[in-house]
C-alpha cells in the first residue's frame, strides 16, 4: 500500500514540477496536494524533518499564491505591480537567507539528534533547511531559487535511495535535471519581462 502511496506523491510531484518550470500559479494548489501526502510518507520512512518541512510547505503554498496573485509580501505591502515577476535576489536578502539556511540547519540537526530516533539527522536537516529557504525564494520568485532546489534534489535523492523510497528518489532525481533548464527558462523571463 506505502509504494501505491509513493507512486501517487510522484505522480502529483511531476505535475507540480511542470508547474514550476512554467511559473504557472496553479503550482500553488498542487503545494496543498503534494504535501498532503508526503506527510504520511515521511512519517513512515522515520524522516521527521521532511515530515516536519511539509507542514511549512502547506502554509508556504497560502503565501506563495498571494505573493504570485497579488504582490503580496510578508510585510503586507502591495507594489503597484499587479501580478509577482520573476527577479534576481539581492545580495542583502541573500546574505539574510545563507544565516537563516544555517541557523535553521543547526536547529533542526540538533532536534533531531536529540529529540528523535532519525538515523540520517544531519541529511535531513540539512535538505530540510535548504528547502525551507528554497521555498520562500520561490515564493518571492526569485531565479536563484533553482539553484537551491538543485542542492536539494541532488543530495535527497541519495537519501532516498539510502532509506528505500526509489519512486521518490526517481522523482528527486528528475527534478534536478529540470532545476537546471527551469533557471534557464526563468532566466529568459526575466528578459522577456524586462522588455
Known amino acids: 500500500m506505502e509504494q501505491y502511496i ?15 518550470y512554467h511559473a504557472s500559479i496553479h503550482l500553488w494548489t498542487t503545494s496543498i ?10 512519517y513512515n520512512a522515520g524522516l521527521y524533518a521532511d515530515f516536519g518541512i511539509n507542514i511549512y510547505y ?4 497560502l503565501y506563495g499564491w498571494l505573493a504570485w496573485r497579488y504582490n503580496f509580501s510578508i510585510r503586507g505591502r502591495k507594489s503597484d505591480s499587479k501580478e509577482l515577476t520573476v527577479s534576481h535576489i ?21 532536534i533531531l539528534i536529540y529529540l528523535t530516533d532519525s538515523t540520517v539527522p544531519l541529511t535531513d536537516a540539512f535538505t530540510t533547511s535548504l528547502s525551507i529557504v528554497g521555498m520562500y525564494m520561490l515564493a ?7 539553484y537551491v532546489w538543485l542542492v536539494v534534489d541532488i543530495v535527497s535523492s541519495a ?10 528518489a526517481a522523482l528527486y ?17 526575466i528578459i522577456y519581462e524586462n522588455n
Open 6 to 20: 509513493e507512486l501517487l506523491g510522484t505522480a502529483v510531484g511531476i505535475v507540480y514540477l511542470w508547474q514550476e
Open 33 to 42: 496536494i503534494m504535501p498532503a501526502i508526503y506527510l504520511y510518507i515521511y
Open 58 to 61: 502547506l502554509a508556504i503554498a
Open 90 to 110: 539581492g545580495k542583502k536578502r541573500l546574505s539574510l537567507l545563507v544565516v537563516l539556511f544555517l541557523l535553521l540547519w543547526a536547529g533542526i540537526a540538533h
Open 140 to 146: 518571492r520568485k526569485y531565479v536563484e531559487q533553482w
Open 159 to 168: 537519501l532516498y535511495v539510502y532509506k528505500e523510497l526509489y519512486f521518490t
Open 173 to 189: 532525481a528528475v527534478y534536478a535535471i529540470i532545476a537546471i533548464f527551469g533557471y534557464r527558462k526563468w532566466k529568459q523571463m
